[in-house]
């Protein structure tokens, strides 16, 4: 398996644009988590889905965010409008059974608001 | 909700030498804790996890201690190589009805030749 994907891995966008950020889960994973990294906050839990449904959402700064699951192989989480605060990196997760079992990593998206 | 520290944020050891990482919890109810290591530029990977029915869990050079009434944990690297420099994060699940993991700051480990 190709593991977790993401896409795109930089994105360099300006205040006030819209920002999608894509995730491909692994294949017959029924979890996918949504984090932020940042220097200050550490990895932060934004949102999770069970089979396409979100289920806690709680951890969505704003709503400026706003995460979508349309099927089970595609996930995404959109920002708008960007702020500068939003910089950070955004990593997608995939796990078989949920939070008391391995989680895997896509490799990230770097997101840079100017 | 959970809150974790994680102790030292910088742990610089000699190669071959050993390293310990320590991480405290705060919700008693957790029952899962798993430590995940993350390589410049790529997504945290786990390396080991351990439940709270366990005291004690051992994977080659790596191991992971819980003290549930002191509401502690450590990672424990043995005989480091340079491929073990990298941030290692501890986590603790909530068991308090919500589902989600904490993780602590983390710790950049660093292993001199």
């Known amino acids: 398996d190709a593991g977790v994907i993401q896409s795109p891995r930089h994105e360099v966008t300006e205040m006030g644009q819209e920002v999608t950020l894509r995730c491909k889960p692994i294949?017959?994973?029924?979890?996918l988590f949504w984090y932020r990294q940042t220097m200050m906050r550490g990895l932060e839990l934004l949102i999770y889905f069970n089979n396409n449904v979100p289920i806690d959402d709680s951890g969505m700064p704003e709503d400026r965010f706003s995460a979508k699951m349309p099927n089970a192989s595609f996930s995404t989480l959109k920002i708008q409008p960007s702020e500068p605060r939003d910089s950070a990196v955004y990593f997608c997760?995939?796990?078989?059974?949920?939070?008391?079992?391995?989680?895997?990593f896509g490799p990230g998206t770097r997101l840079t608001v100017t | 909700g959970e809150n974790v520290e994680q102790h030292p944020s910088t742990l610089s050891v000699q190669e071959g030498d050993s390293a310990v990482i320590k991480c405290t919890y705060s919700d008693s109810a957790s029952n899962y804790f798993p430590w995940y290591k993350q390589e410049l530029g790529k997504g945290p990977q786990l390396i080991i996890d351990i439940r709270s029915n366990v005291g004690e869990k051992k994977d080659q050079r790596i191991a992971v201690t819980l003290n549930k009434t002191a509401k502690h944990f450590s990672l424990h690297i043995t005989e480091t190589q340079p491929e073990d420099s990298a941030v290692y994060f501890c986590a603790a699940r909530w068991g308090g009805g919500a589902d989600g993991l904490t993780f602590g700051k983390g710790t950049h480990l660093i292993i001199q030749p």
């Open positions: 294949s017959g994973h029924d979890y």
């Open positions: 997760a995939s796990s078989l059974q949920g939070f008391n079992y391995e989680q895997y």
